[in-house]
């Protein structure tokens, strides 16, 4: 059950009922570290949880199932998620002869050796990467904007 009161434009006072103390307790800490509210802690969650969610593709349909059958009615088919690996380079030709937007995640080095247009079309998101190197024709913010969890953006020398 949720109980929802309306306090400024496009700001709401949620109660979240059954929520896990814990969750909120190391959510409450990190909002401390970085000096912000509890609030903005989880609405940048939502925005994380909800990019992933719209980002999982049929692969990925039974365990969304799992957390709730509404769910597989919102995940995108056209979208696959890449994961777990060390080291990846891609380059237009792959993003093209793919043809789905992308979501990377829990990669060590991801080099996006592509074209502006090509990131904004198929990059939906870059989750938890250690380093993303990008050309000079990509602007930081842009893939900043894209990214969680990424530890170092680098621009490659031309």
Known sequence: MTEVKEVAEG??????????SELYRRASEIAKRMGVSVGEVFNEALRTFIAIVDGVTSAFEPIAQGIGGGISRVISRETVPIAGLDELEV???????????V?????????LNVS???????????????????????????????????????????
């Open 116 to 158: 502006k247009e090509n990131f904004e079309r198929y990059v939906v998101l870059i989750k938890e990467c250690e380093e993303v190197v990008i050309p000079q024709t990509i602007p930081k913010l842009l893939v900043l904007s894209r990214a969680r969890g990424v530890k170092r953006l680098v621009q490659m020398n031309r």
């Open 103 to 111: 979501i990377f995640s829990d990669i060590g080095r991801l080099t």
């Open 91 to 101: 380059n237009d030709r792959d993003f093209e002869e793919l043809g789905k937007k």
């Open 11 to 20: 700001k709401k006072d949620v109660t979240i009922r059954g929520l896990d």
